[in-house]
Structures are given as C-alpha cells and as structure tokens.
C-alpha cells in the first residue's frame, strides 16, 4: 500500500499516530505471494504465529497477556464472510490513538475500516467508526451517523472485547460480549468483496490487541432490512473533472476563465445517501492539496429563486452560470478546534435560476479526511396525486402533537405539546377556522387524544386526563405510577385504556381504577402511535420503525409493516376502506393494504414538515396532520 496521505494526516499530523502507516506498502504488498487457508471453525491466531507480517508491530506483555502493538497483518486470508474476534486496551483515554481492524482489504487501496476514537468515549456519538476506503483515502468525514458512527464506553487499562461479524453487504460489532450490537453497519460500501485483514494501532505503548480469531464462513443470520432511499430534493447525476492541484488553481474563477481548456469530464452518480465520494472516482495525488471541479444541469419551467442545502468536504467554490456565489472552508479543525468536518446538509444558499437550463459549478478541494459533496432541493416535497390540500394554518400553534374529531359536534381538538409550562388544547372547526385556542389549560405537555362516551382523554408528562367536552373543563388527573414518558393512548370497547410509554418501553394499561404495566418486550421499544382494532392493540414501535399488533387476550405479537430504521410512527387510523393510515413524525404519511403492503401519500422529511399524531374522517375523506416543531397544522383530501 502506498503511503496513505489522508490517514497520515488524520492519525499522524493531527492525532498523534506516528509510525503506523511508514512503509505499509511493503507489507500489504506481499499479500499476493502467500496461499489461501479456508477455515470452518474458530481460531485462535497467536501473534508469536509465522502467519502474521509484524515488521511494522511487535509482541509484548499488557496486562498479564501476550499482546500486539502496532500494525500487524495476516499473510494468508482471504476473508469474505465471517466473525473476528479480538481483545484491545488503551492505557489512556484521552490521546488519539484509533485502535481498529482493516477488513476485505481487496489491494493496497481499497478495505473496509472499523475503528474506535478513545478520546471520544462516553462523550460523543462517534466513539465507534466505519468507514470504506477508495483509492487510498479513509473518507471519515463523509461516513457518519446511523450505520457509519456510534457511542461507546472505553475504560482505561481493561481488555474489551471486539466481535466484527460480517455477511454480505452488512457488518454488526459487539461489545464486551453484549446481545445487541453496538454498531450496525447497515452497508458495507464495497460491496460483497474479500481481501486481507490487519489489526492497526500506534506504536506508542497506548493500545494493546490480545486474542484474536477468526472464523470463516456464512452462517450467519441477519435480520431483514429495509435499504435507505435516496432523500428527495437530492442532485445526483454529475460529471466530474480530473484532478489537479489546488495550488495551480485560482478557485473563484470557472476553468476557462484561467485558461483551463483540457478538463476530461466523467459523469458520476451520487451515493444512497446523496453524497458523492470523490474517491471512489479518483486518487489523491500527493500530501498538499488536491481539487476537482464538479458540474451539473438545472432545469427550472420558469425564473425562480430555489433553496438547495449543502455539504462538502474540504473546501468549496459555487458558481451557477459562470458566477461565483460562494466560498467555504470546512477543513477539519478549521472552524475551531473541536471541528470535525463532518458533511451534512447543513449549508444553504439561494439559487437565481433563469427559465431553462441553468449551469452548477463547483471546486471541491480536498487536504485530508473526505473527499465529497452533497446538494439538495431544500423544498423539495413527495405528495401523492390523489393527495389534495384543503388549509393549512401556519404558525397558529404551540407545538401541536395529536388532533382528534368530535364527530358529534363537528369539532377538531388539538393537543398543544409545548408552551413554557402553560401548554393547552385547542378547539377549532373542520375548515380551519380556529374556534378556541387555549381551550382547556392547566396541561402538563399534553401528547395523545382519546374521545370515548363523550369525554376526552389525554395523556401529560405524568397523568391520564378525563376532560368534560361540555363544560370544557378538566374531572380527573390520575397520576400514572413510574411514568417515563406516557406518549398515546387508545381505549377498548370494555373502557381499558392503554398508554404507550415511550421512554420506559413499555404500554400501561388502566383498568378498573388502576394501572398496570400491561406489556414491557423487546419487540415494543419505544412505543408511539396505538389504535384497537377489535381483538389486538396496533403500536407503532419507534425502535425498529416497524408497526406491530398486540393480541389483547394473549399479548402475543405480530410485525404488520416495517418502514424503516429511524421513523417513528406516530399515528395510526383506519382509511374505513379495509388499510390503515401511519404517518412517520418525521414528515411522512403512508397508507398500509390488509396484506402488509406500504403506499406513501405524503413526505415533507426535507424542508422538516412534520408528521405528528393525525386525524382521519373517513365519511369527508380529510386528514388533517398536525406539524409539530413547525407550529403548524395542515389539512388534505384524500381522493383515491
């Protein structure tokens, strides 16, 4: 492997990693020279081994074990899929010294990482870190968040152990031997492809490796998973440049206004994500700066202005139809001294777009740790043809959660989840006009809406609320016993009302005078969205984001539909034609066929419109969605 220059800088430069990447091409080159072992059964691979290349580590004693410090390398694997186990120990946890694995190195440029940040422990979200490496370049910065990055507890001077299990295109680690991974590496960016393994760390007496194995095979099972979509709004066909060095390059001109003519354009698609990874496409080509120019097509029907937000790593210049628009620096440490450089769509700038075609220029320059960019339409919404607005009423509320429908007297009342300790419900009519905004006050951050014998339940931050519609007055406050966070509820045709208790995974129930906790499983993490439908309890489960029904006599449970890691079903409610109604609190709703299958109607997750606890009238086909966070409540027809 050739030198690494991004790593160097990272763990070297900025991290305090010296001598791990100094002549690593002379020991991952000799990979080739060496046969293929197969194994079906756990090793154990001692370090004092002929197996591994150590001339770049070496053994030693830690903590009453033989141990590895250092870069060592198997000479004679081709892993694919399988398990790697491992101990390791850090004598200081707050030097940088990012212990890790290289895994299905498939050359001297291109593996899979996995990585701990010591220094980071217990603190931040990125104490655990997958990345792929292209062409050299370990792209930290582009791969962050669910899937790429996660917390963790490292204590000084203990062996914790590492278990990396691999199949295909997904990856977990575990802990400490713990049952549920803590990380879930959800896509393996080089696909299913196999290579060498090296266990890397500095040579500095911080980080020792001890017991390591290796099992090789595919049986192992992991569970189905819905693939990540590419987010509305996302620009991802490109043509990009060669490279160049950014030291001959005057970055707020266009290339043919500097006497740039020779330019070999490729064209290039964004990831999933929406980031495009530069590396995969090219290589560095030295320590200093590189740059690459990247360009796409606008087409806009008419002359308007467009908000589209933005990432990029290290450096960038905009130009839309030959103009400079704009200049940033998001260099690593650059900002300030705990600046990670991150990308994310966290930019935004403002388009001039005339009517036709309009030309997107940027200069990316890179110096180390990620090679990308991502661009956005920051309005960009999804709403269904048979989805029709009817009113919306911005601005209005106090971050409304849930809505419900007084079909008797022809009212909507909302709950109004926040408002500096004198939060209320609100009563208003089905065409938008607001009737009563502080109707009932004297709510503890109220969420779930129940009408049931004409009296309105809610749920607070610690009660079950029995309010009187006539009187609009509040009869009852019951304290509900270890509360966490009591979020929905739903009522049987019996009286038992359920309450599902997001922050203590579990649903209570309040039945005949008292409550219970009626059902706390695995299959039930963080509880949101309930609805009864005759014989089960529906919940929608923010833990997996998946919807699941509770038999009510036996409590036994069911997956109806899964719409992916992250969401969070907030309400559910019937069509009155046989599907139900979800919608994500993050800005989506979808409507469910009776045989599981998912449809979506709506999704405003990019300009973060979102979805809370709605409200369906099936006899005026009118959904009536609550934003929440955007303090606004919008209501559509439904047509087909």
Partial sequence: MKVNQDLIKEQNMKHSTSNIIANIS?????FILF????YSQDNNIEFDSTRWDLSQAKITEHLGRTCLTGLGTLKDIEFKNGIIE?????TDGKKRSYPGIIFRAQNDEEYERFYIRPHRAGLYTDALQYLPAFHGVDSWQLYNGEGYTAGAEIPVNQWIHIKLEVLGTRARVYLNNAEQPALFIKDLKHGVSEGFIALMCPQNNTVFFSNFSLKIGNSLIFPNYIEDETPLGIISDWEISQVFKANEIDPEKIPTDQGIKNIEWEKVKSQSSGIVDLSYYRGRRGVDADCIWARAVLVSEKEEIKKFAFGYSDEICIFLNGKLLFKGNSVYQGRDPSFLGVIGTNDIIYLQLKKGNNDLLILITESSGGWGFIFQDNDAIFQHAGLKKQWELPLTFKYPESVVYDRKRDRLYVSNYFNNGK????????????????WIIGLNRPTGLFLYKDKLYTVDRNSLVEIDIESGKIIKKLPIPDAVFPNDLAIDSNGAIYISDTGKDAITRFKDGHFETWLQNDQIKKPNGLMIDNYRLIVG???????KSVNLLDKTIDSIVCIGSGSDIDGIKPDGRGNLL????????????????????????????FCANFEYIPEKHLIIVPGLFDNRITAFEINE
């Fill in 423 to 438: 939060e209320f419900i609100s009563k208003i009519k089905l065409n938008g006009e607001i009737e009563t905004l502080e």
């Fill in 541 to 547: 489960v923010s833990g997996d984001g998946c919807m």
């Fill in 582 to 609: 979800i919608s994500d609190y993050n800005g989506r709703i979808f409507r469910i066929s009776s045989t599981g299958e998912k449809e979506e109607l709506l999704n405003t997750k990019v300009p973060k419109h």
């Fill in 26 to 30: 002379l020991i991952l080159s000799v």
């Fill in 35 to 38: 046969s293929t072992y197969s």
């Fill in 86 to 90: 491992f101990d390791f120990a850090i």
